[in-house]
């Protein structure tokens, strides 16, 4: 069955406009067919560079807004985490605020063809790869979160831990906030390993699965940025 992420549809159109694609290529072109003859171009366009784990990327992101829209679901189980303090306040702020993530169609096909380029080797590198890519927009934070397939809801409160441990302050700051934009990528823990050669102190679980957390929020006049990219959110 498929999951509805609630993307923004609007955004692939705004993309195309704004000439994301160059004029003239054979992609641009095969698109300007597509539009014309009715098929939903969102979809094919992903359909080129698509992650072969993003079903279950959109479950971690459908997860991750139910959790911060109908908070008061999760207080029961968030006793049992130490986030029930978190949950409350969210209860309280979910009555005012919009805090439904929006999925950025854009986004994702830049860090699917990061992921995806031959010529950066190191993960560490794609990730600061991508960070370049936003860095003069958004402020962008990078969390990884490992899970498996069946055990959404782990990896939920693993996403919510990581964040906290970074730091509690802005951690609330975060999640009883507003965020502009989220895409998650997800990567076998094996392919993972592979790409990443230097680390050889973790034992591989192939059943495991790394989920990189992509959080977008538009820097300020005032510069708040949280760049929490660092060696503790990016850590092996």
Same mark, same amino acid.
């Given at each position: 069955?498929?999951?509805?992420?609630?993307? &923004?549809?609007?955004?692939? %159109?705004?993309?195309?406009?704004?000439?994301?694609?160059?004029?003239?290529?054979?992609?641009?072109?095969?698109?300007?067919?597509?539009?014309?003859?009715?098929?939903?171009?969102e979809?094919?366009?992903l359909k080129l560079?698509?992650?072969?784990? +993003?079903?279950?990327?959109?479950?971690?992101?459908?997860?991750?807004?139910?959790?911060?829209?109908e908070?008061?679901? %999760?207080?029961?189980?968030?006793?049992?985490?130490?986030?029930?303090?978190?949950?409350k306040?969210?209860?309280?702020?979910? +009555?005012?605020?919009?805090?439904?993530?929006?999925?950025?169609?854009?986004?994702e096909?830049?860090?699917?063809n990061?992921?995806? &380029?031959?010529?950066?080797?190191?993960?560490?590198s794609k990730?600061?790869?991508?960070?370049?890519?936003?860095?003069?927009?958004?402020?962008?934070i990078?969390?990884?979160?490992?899970?498996? %397939?069946?055990?959404?809801?782990?990896?939920?409160?693993?996403?919510?831990?990581?964040?906290?441990?970074?730091?509690? +302050?802005?951690?609330?700051e975060?999640?009883?906030?507003?965020?502009?934009y989220?895409?998650?990528?997800?990567?076998?823990?094996?392919?993972?390993?592979?790409?990443?050669?230097?680390?050889t102190?973790?034992?591989?679980?192939?059943?495991?699965?790394?989920?990189? %957390?992509?959080?977008?929020?538009?820097?300020?006049?005032?510069?708040?940025?949280?760049?929490?990219?660092?060696? &503790?959110?990016?850590?092996?």
């Amino acid at each position: 069955m498929g999951v509805c992420c609630n993307c &923004d549809k609007q955004d692939i %159109y705004t993309e195309i406009k704004k000439g994301t694609i160059a004029e003239g290529t054979a992609t641009m072109n095969n698109l300007k067919y597509i539009i014309a003859d009715g098929v939903n171009s969102e979809q094919i366009l992903l359909k080129l560079k698509e992650n072969p784990l +993003k079903e279950y990327s959109l479950q971690l992101f459908q997860e991750l807004n139910k959790f911060r829209t109908e908070p008061q679901k %999760y207080y029961k189980e968030s006793i049992k985490y130490n986030f029930d303090d978190i949950v409350k306040e969210l209860i309280d702020v979910e +009555k005012e605020k919009d805090l439904k993530l929006k999925w950025s169609t854009k986004k994702e096909i830049i860090i699917n063809n990061i992921f995806n &380029d031959q010529n950066i080797k190191q993960i560490k590198s794609k990730l600061v790869s991508i960070k370049e890519n936003f860095e003069s927009i958004y402020d962008l934070i990078i969390l990884f979160v490992e899970g498996k %397939y069946g055990n959404i809801k782990k990896s939920l409160w693993n996403f919510l831990s990581n964040l906290k441990n970074l730091d509690e +302050k802005k951690f609330k700051e975060i999640i009883l906030n507003k965020i502009d934009y989220c895409v998650i990528y997800s990567i076998k823990y094996e392919d993972l390993i592979f790409l990443d050669k230097d680390n050889t102190d973790k034992k591989e679980d192939k059943d495991s699965i790394i989920s990189f %957390y992509f959080l977008f929020n538009y820097l300020d006049d005032n510069d708040n940025s949280y760049n929490l990219i660092s060696n &503790d959110a990016i850590g092996w």
